[in-house]
């Protein structure tokens, strides 16, 4: 099993949720992205997740759960977001304070693996299920027997076609051969 802090290769939609220790009124500040300079981007919450560069900010979330305790955060990772929790429900509900979710497309920087530091706290990475859709049988007269299909047999016209083609050819290439010689 690979590390949840790691960071798959190719494409699927994963979340990594981070408890953060921080009250309420400090969560803005913390998720506060300042352009300091041309080059000089400060992020308390990009530095804490331990990626270099930072991630996609668009991607990030940061919130309190009090503001989904109606919903409930076990809801809003599986019915909002798409994500199979699993059995993890009563452990999301649990959960107070703030919180961070990194979504998959927030890491398009060749990010490797989180090392998250203080005030984060590693809580569970979840992925959005693989559905393979399921196709009906082929029922219909003209599907019998027509399965694996190989290339379709050359009518008669599309061969006459090709000996024209290739007759006309030769006689471009035998006139040309004519006019160089008598000319």
């Known amino acids: 099993m690979t590390d949840s802090l790691t960071i798959p290769d190719g494409y699927h939609r994963y979340v990594w949720v981070f408890a953060v220790d921080l009250p ?3 969560l803005r500040a913390f998720g506060h992205e300042d352009h300091t300079g041309k080059d000089t981007v400060q992020w308390p919450l ?5 990626l270099s560069p930072h991630p996609n900010q668009e991607f990030v979330e940061l919130f309190d759960l ?3 305790r109606d919903y409930g955060f076990s809801r809003y990772l599986s019915e909002a977001n798409g994500m199979d929790i699993g059995a993890d429900a009563s452990k999301l509900d649990a959960l107070s304070g703030g919180i961070a979710l990194v ?3 927030a890491l398009d920087n060749g990010q490797t693996q989180f090392a998250p530091k203080d005030p984060l706290t590693f809580i569970g990475r979840y992925a959005r299920p693989v559905e393979m859709p399921v196709h009906d049988a082929l029922t ?7 399965l694996p299909q190989g290339m379709p047999p050359k009518s008669d016209a599309r ?5 024209a083609t290739l007759v006309l050819v030769f006689l471009a290439i035998f006139v040309a051969l004519f006019v160089w010689i008598s000319g």
């Open 24 to 26: 309420a009124d400090a």
């Open 46 to 50: 990009g530095d804490a997740l331990g």
């Open 66 to 68: 009090e503001t989904v």
């Open 103 to 105: 979504f998959s497309q």
């Open 140 to 146: 219909s007269k003209g599907a019998e027997g027509m």
């Open 159 to 163: 061969i006459g076609g090709m000996v």
